[in-house]
C-alpha cells in the first residue's frame, strides 16, 4: 500500500503533469487536418468519415490502404472521433493531446510502480510529456498510432509489472492481451518482450546478480515466449501488408541495404543529439542516399559507430549503474524497428519514431540527476537543471507545436530545415494550388523537378496545374514525363485523361481511362471517369455498368453514386436516382455536387422541404457554382408551400447565381424572373423571362421547355407568380 504522503505527492505531480501538457498542446485544437496523411486516410475515406459502424470495422480488420501496415484499433479511433466531433478538426486534435496526456500519467504510474519513488517519477514524465521530439506525434492527427500503441503498450507494461511483483495469471494474460491489441495499433511495439526483460533486470531486479543466473535467467525467457510469439505473428502481418505492388525504387523511394545500415548508425547519434539539443526539428529529414540528400561520408559513419560503440561500453562495462544499463538499451531496442533497415517511406528518420525510445534516454539521465540529488551538496543545483531543462523543453515544444498549424506553415518549416527536400517541394505546391496560388504552386513543383528529375508526382501534379491553366501542350509533355519515369502511374492516365475531356475530345479522354483499367483494373475513378465519358456519348447501358462496377468494388464511393444517380434521373428512373444520390451524400457529406443533385431529385419528388435542406448545404460547399443557387431559388419562389417561400433570399440567391454566369443561361434568367415576380417586381419578371425565352429559342431549347416560359410571361402580366404544379401535393414535405 503506498504511503498517504507519497499518495498526496503523486496526485500533485499528476496535476502538474497534466496542466504542463495541455500548456504546450491545447492550442492545436485550433489546427487544422494536413494534406499529408490527414487527407487521404481520414477527411476523404468514407470508411472513416460515416463514424463507428460494423461495415467500417469490417474493413479496419481487413485493409491494408492507406498505411504501411496494418492497423485496425487505429482505424477505429478515428471513427469514434467522426462520430463525436464530425468533420471539425478541433475534436480530432483534442483526442491526440488527450492520449498524450494519458500515456504521460500511465509512465508516471509505471515508473512509481516499480520504483516507489515519485518526484523521479515525475521529472521522467514530465520531459516525456513536454520534449519537442514528440511534437509531431501529438500535433499531427495522423500520428496516432504512434499514440495509441504507446498507451496499449504501457497498459501491457503496467500489467506485467504487477504480474511480476503478486504474481496471478490474470495479470499476465492482461498484460499478453494489451500488447495484442497495442501491435495492432502499430506493430512498432515487437521489441516489448525486451523491455520487459529490461525491466526484469532493472528495477525489478529478478535478474539473479550473483550464481546461479543461467537458471533463473532462461525461466524469464521462457516466461517472454507468448508475448514474442505475438511479436512474431505481427511482423508477418506487416510484412505480409507491405507486399502489395510497389512502385519502381526510384520512385518509391528504395535505398539499398549497406546505406541503410550507414543512415540507420548515424540516425541512432542524430536522434540521441536531437534529444540532447532540439534544434532545427522537421517533420522531414532528407534521406542522404535519395535526391536531395548529401551521402554521409565514411568518416561521419566511423565517427557515429564509434559514438555508440563508447557509450554502450561506458554505460555496460564501465560505470555498471543498472539504471543507466536499462535506460540506453531500452533506447537502442526500442528505436531497433524503425531505425531505417527495414525502409518505410522516403525519410532519413522521423521525430514521431522517438515516442517510445524517449522513455529509455529519460530514465537515464533523471535516475543519474537523482543519484546526484542523493548527496546533499548537489540536490539544489540538480533541482534548478530539472526545472531549468523542463522549461526549455516547454518553451521549445510550444514553438515547434506552432509549425503544425496549417499545410503550408508545416511544408514551409521543413524547407527552412531540409531546403532541397523534393517531397517537401511537392506537398507544399499542392497547399498552395489548393490556396489558389498556381504560380507559387508552378514555381515550387519546377524546384522539386530540378532536385530529382525523376519525380513523377512533381511532373503529374505540374501537368494538372498547366492543365488548368489552359496550356494544354505543357500539361501533356509533363504527363508524359511522368509515364516516362513511372510508365504504371495510373493517376497520370486519370489526369490526361481529364484533360482531354476538358477539352471536348471525349474519345480521346475514354482511352486514357481505359489505359489506366489496363495496369489497375479496379481503379475506381478510371471507372466512374469512364462511365462518365459513356453517358456524355449517349451509351448509357454502358455507362450504367461502369458506375455499378466502381461500387461493386468501393460502395462508398461516393462520385460514382451521384453519377449513376444523375444517370437514372436523365432516364427517368428516379426511385433509383434519389437511392444513389443519397448514398453519395451519406458516403460523403461534404460532397457538394451530390448534394446539388439529390436536392434536385428531391425536387423531382415533390420533397421540397428536405430538398431545401440539401441546396442549401449545396450552396455552403460549392460557394463559387451557381447551379445550387439557381435550384434553392427556384424552389423559395414558386413552391406551393407558403412556409418554403422567401421571396427576398429567392431574389438574393438568384442574382448571384447571374453573376457568377459569364453568359446568363435560360434556366437563370427564368429562375430570376420567378424571384421578381414573387417579390411583386412583375416588370422586371416580364423583362427577363423574355430575356429568358429568346436564350431559350437561341440555344434550341425543347418546345416544351419554351412553351412554359411564355406561360409564366403571361403570368407575370397578369401579375401573378408561378407555383410549381407538383409543389401542390407536397405540403410540407421533408
Given amino acids: 500500500m503506498m504511503h498517504a504522503l507519497n ?67 487505429t482505424w477505429v479511433s478515428h471513427m469514434i472521433d467522426y462520430d463525436l466531433y464530425g468533420r471539425n478538426p478541433a475534436g480530432h486534435h483534442a483526442t491526440n493531446v488527450l492520449l498524450h496526456t494519458l500515456n504521460t500519467l500511465l509512465l508516471f504510474a509505471l515508473l512509481v510502480g516499480m520504483m516507489g519513488r515519485p518526484w ?49 495469471a490474470g495479470r499476465y494474460a492482461l498484460s499478453a492481451a494489451l500488447l495484442s491489441v497495442g501491435l495492432m495499433a502499430k506493430p512498432m511495439l515487437v521489441t516489448l518482450p525486451l523491455l520487459m526483460l529490461l525491466i526484469d533486470y532493472w528495477p525489478l531486479e529478478r535478474w539473479p546478480s550473483t550464481p546461479p543466473v543461467r537458471g533463473r535467467g532462461a525461466a524469464l525467457i521462457v516466461e517472454k515466449i507468448p508475448f514474442l510469439a505475438l511479436c512474431l505473428a505481427s511482423a508477418a502481418v506487416t510484412y505480409g501488408v507491405g507486399q502489395s505492388p510497389p512502385a519502381p525504387a526510384h520512385i518509391a523511394g528504395k535505398v539499398d541495404l549497406l546505406p541503410r545500415l550507414a543512415n540507420a548508425v548515424v540516425s541512432y547519434t542524430r536522434y540521441l543529439g536531437n534529444t ?28 557515429a559507430a564509434l559514438v555508440l560503440i563508447a557509450i554502450t561500453v561506458f554505460f555496460l562495462v564501465i560505470i555498471r549503474r543498472r539504471y543507466a544499463q536499462m535506460g540506453w538499451l531500452w533506447y537502442l531496442l526500442s528505436l531497433g524497428p524503425v531505425i531505417g533497415v527495414v525502409q518505410v517511406g522516403k525519410q532519413a528518420m522521423a521525430d514521431r519514431y522517438m515516442y517510445l525510445p524517449l522513455v529509455g534516454l529519460s530514465i537515464m539521465v533523471v535516475w543519474g540527476g537523482a543519484e546526484l540529488m542523493s548527496k546533499r551538496a548537489g540536490r539544489v543545483v540538480a533541482s534548478m537543471l530539472v526545472v531549468g531543462v523542463l522549461a526549455g523543453c516547454m518553451a521549445a515544444s510550444w514553438v515547434q507545436t506552432g509549425y503544425w498549424r496549417d499545410s503550408v506553415s508545416i511544408f514551409t518549416r521543413v524547407l527552412e530545415v531540409q531546403r532541397d527536400d523534393p517531397t517537401a517541394h511537392v506537398n507544399l505546391g499542392r497547399a498552395i494550388q489548393d490556396r489558389g496560388e498556381t504560380q507559387k504552386a508552378i514555381h515550387l513543383y519546377e524546384r522539386a523537378i530540378e532536385i530529382d528529375e525523376n519525380n513523377a508526382m512533381a511532373h503529374n501534379n505540374l501537368g494538372v496545374v498547366l492543365g488548368s491553366m489552359g496550356k494544354f501542350d505543357d500539361a501533356l509533355r509533363h504527363f508524359a514525363e511522368a509515364l516516362r519515369i513511372w510508365p504504371e502511374y495510373v493517376l497520370v492516365y486519370v489526369n490526361r485523361g481529364d484533360l482531354y475531356a476538358a477539352r471536348g475530345n471525349l474519345l480521346e479522354a475514354m482511352s486514357q481511362y481505359e489505359e489506366a483499367l489496363k495496369i489497375e483494373p479496379e481503379y475506381v475513378v478510371a471507372l466512374n471517369n469512364l462511365g462518365y465519358m459513356l453517358s456524355q456519348l449517349g451509351n448509357r447501358g454502358a455507362a450504367e455498368q461502369r458506375y455499378l462496377e466502381a461500387i461493386l468494388i468501393q460502395p462508398l464511393y461516393a462520385e460514382a453514386h451521384n453519377n449513376l444517380g444523375g444517370l437514372y434521373l436523365q432516364m427517368g428512373d428516379v426511385e433509383r436516382a434519389v437511392h444513389h444520390l443519397r448514398k453519395a451524400t451519406t458516403s460523403r457529406p461534404s460532397y457538394g455536387m451530390g448534394r446539388l443533385n439529390y436536392g434536385v431529385a428531391l425536387m423531382r419528388v415533390g420533397q421540397f422541404g428536405t430538398a431545401v435542406v ?48 459569364e453568359m446568363p443561361d435560360p434556366q437563370t434568367l427564368d429562375t430570376l424572373a420567378a424571384a421578381y415576380a414573387e417579390t411583386g417586381q412583375f416588370g422586371r419578371a416580364v423583362a427577363t423571362a423574355e ?5 431559350a429559342e437561341a440555344r434550341g431549347a425543347p418546345p416544351a421547355v419554351i412553351e412554359q416560359i411564355r406561360r409564366r410571361i403571361r403570368m407575370y402580366k397578369r401579375h401573378t407568380p408561378y407555383r410549381h404544379p407538383s409543389a401542390v401535393s407536397s405540403g410540407s414535405a421533408g
Avoid at 125 to 148: G, I, N, T
Avoid at 691 to 695: D, F, I
Fill in 7 to 73: 499518495m498526496k505527492r503523486c496526485v500533485i505531480i499528476g496535476a502538474l503533469l497534466i496542466a504542463a501538457t495541455v500548456t504546450v498542446y491545447g492550442r492545436t485544437v485550433d489546427f487544422k487536418f494536413l494534406k499529408w496523411d490527414d487527407t487521404e486516410r481520414l477527411t476523404q475515406n468514407p470508411h472513416v468519415t460515416r463514424g463507428l459502424t460494423m461495415d467500417g470495422i469490417a474493413w479496419a480488420f481487413t485493409t491494408a490502404e492507406h498505411a504501411p501496415y496494418w492497423h485496425p484499433p
Fill in 120 to 168: 523521479p517519477a515525475g521529472a521522467a514524465a514530465a520531459v516525456f510529456a513536454v520534449h519537442p521530439l514528440h511534437v509531431e506525434s501529438v500535433a499531427w492527427v495522423s500520428a496516432r498510432p504512434d499514440l495509441l500503441s504507446t498507451t496499449l503498450g504501457l497498459a501491457s507494461l503496467w500489467a506485467y509489472v504487477r504480474y511480476a511483483q503478486r504474481g496471478g
Fill in 276 to 303: 540532447l539539443w532540439p534544434r532545427n526539428l522537421s517533420p522531414l529529414y532528407t534521406h542522404p542516399y535519395l535526391a536531395g540528400g548529401a551521402e554521409w561520408a565514411l568518416w561521419q559513419i566511423a565517427g
Fill in 614 to 661: 440539401q441546396l442549401r448545404e449545396a450552396v455552403r460547399l460549392m460557394p463559387r457554382n451557381p447551379a445550387p443557387r439557381v435550384s434553392l431559388s427556384w424552389i423559395l419562389s414558386t413552391s406551393a408551400n407558403s412556409h418554403l417561400r422567401d421571396g427576398a433570399e429567392a431574389l438574393r440567391l438568384a442574382v448571384e447565381a447571374g453573376q457568377m454566369s
Fill in 691 to 695: 430575356q429568358a425565352l429568346a436564350e
